[in-house]
Structures are given as structure tokens and as C-alpha cells.
T-cell receptor
Framework: AQSVTQLDSQVPVFEEAPVELRCNYSSSVSVYLFWYVQYPNQGLQLLLKYLSGSTLVKGINGFEAEFNKSQTSFHLRKPSVHISDTAEYFCAVSPTGNQFYFGTGTSLTVIP | DAGVIQSPRHEVTEMGQEVTLRCKPISGHNSLFWYRQTMMRGLELLIYFNNNVPIDDSGMPEDRFSAKMPNASFSTLKIQPSEPRDSAVYFC???????????FGEGSWLTVV
């Protein structure tokens, strides 16, 4: 069985500070990993994805994530956040060739 | 390129009425997904299709919900009769194939009063 755990439901952070949003997954097979962002009143947009190769993945808007197979984690990081990064962030797992499983989301609030 | 297109964007309807939500996936994508998002339950997968065939509808809450995909460029999600607890944002999404990146539409915001 597959599952995705986002450990923090809400993360407040000051503008220009670094942030890490945590994601852990469980799966008995190889997986693809994704982070999506949802701005208020909008759909989900792809931030970045890991399919294979380098475990450090860079995405849009200065975000990056690192796949750690031994810890079954795919944490999202940004060295300096902006007000415009305030949004809901979803981690997702896709066992190879199978459907997506989404986490419950982390609400990031950037404080001026 | 046009993304996933959903209609209507917003709908307010009375309890008991039929609601039909529509989706046009990205051209060339052969997998289509319907999700529902609420504050209480987050993002739930309702049903997904592969090559127009429903693969897994175990997320459909009850018989009042039905989904069809008559061709590769169109899908509907129907609720009949609607109830206030159906109020949510319904997202359609598509991908090139199962397991590949999913692209979401802007959502249909449904309010049942």
C-alpha cells in the first residue's frame, strides 16, 4: 500500500527566511515523486518532480527538493521565501505506472 | 497550449437539482482524473479513466455520483440529486499516461444550498 505524510499542516515563516516542507511516503515499489502548489482559488500547479537520476531536483520559483530513498522522504526547500509563496503545498507519490496519491497539504504563510 | 478546461467555474444550485460538471483534458493525454477538494477531507480522488475507460471509481461517494468519458476530449461528472454536503471544489486533471505528471484544471466551485 502507498501513503504520503505531510508532517506539518501549517508553516508560518518570515519573509526572506528559509523554509522546509516535509514529506514522507511509504511504498513497496519504486515511485515518482511530485510537489504541487495551490494558490488561493486556483488549481494545483506542478512545482517539481523526481522521476529518476539526480536526487536533488530543482523546480520553479526557486524551490528544490531532495529524494532520500533510505528515509523515504522528499522534502521541499527554498532558501529565501517571498510573500507570493504563500499557498498550499501538496506532496504526491506515484508508484511507477500507477495512480497518484496526494498528501493532506501544508499551508505555507509568509509573514512580512 | 491550452491546459485542462473545466466548466462551469462556479455553480450555485438548490438541493435536489442535477449538477453536471464538464472537463476537456489536454489534447493527447489519455488519462483523466476527477478530484474533490474540501476543507474537511482535503483532496480526494473520485474516479479516473485510462483511454476513456473507467479504471477505478472506488472514490465515488455514492450512487448519486456518476462520471462518463464518451471520447478522448470530453468528460462529465454528474451529481443527481445534489445535496448540501456535495459543496466542494471539483478538479479535473489529465496526464499523458498513468503515473506521469498530472495537470489540473482551475476547478469547478460547487455550492448546493
Amino acid at each position: 500500500a502507498q501513503s504520503v505524510t505531510q508532517l506539518d499542516s501549517q508553516v508560518p515563516v518570515f519573509e526572506e527566511a528559509p523554509v522546509e516542507l516535509r514529506c514522507n511516503y511509504s511504498s513497496s515499489v519504486s515511485v515518482y515523486l511530485f510537489w504541487y502548489v495551490q494558490y488561493p482559488n486556483q488549481g494545483l500547479q506542478l512545482l517539481l518532480k523526481y522521476l529518476s537520476g539526480s536526487t536533488l531536483v530543482k523546480g520553479i520559483n526557486g524551490f528544490e527538493a531532495e529524494f532520500n530513498k533510505s528515509q523515504t522522504s522528499f522534502h521541499l526547500r527554498k532558501p529565501s521565501v517571498h510573500i507570493s509563496d504563500t499557498a498550499e503545498y501538496f506532496c504526491a507519490v506515484s508508484p511507477t505506472g500507477n495512480q497518484f496519491y496526494f498528501g493532506t497539504g501544508t499551508s505555507l504563510t509568509v509573514i512580512p | 497550449d491550452a491546459g485542462v478546461i473545466q466548466s462551469p467555474r462556479h455553480e450555485v444550485t438548490e438541493m435536489g437539482q442535477e449538477v453536471t460538471l464538464r472537463c476537456k483534458p489536454i489534447s493527447g493525454h489519455n488519462s483523466l482524473f476527477w478530484y474533490r477538494q474540501t476543507m474537511m477531507r482535503g483532496l480526494e480522488l473520485l474516479i479516473y479513466f485510462n483511454n476513456n475507460v473507467p479504471i477505478d471509481d472506488s472514490g465515488m461517494p455514492e450512487d448519486r455520483f456518476s462520471a462518463k468519458m464518451p471520447n478522448a476530449s470530453f468528460s462529465t461528472l454528474k451529481i443527481q440529486p445534489s445535496e448540501p454536503r456535495d459543496s466542494a471544489v471539483y478538479f479535473c486533471a489529465s496526464s499523458l499516461f498513468i503515473g506521469n505528471t498530472i495537470y489540473f484544471g482551475e476547478g469547478s466551485w460547487l455550492t448546493v444550498v
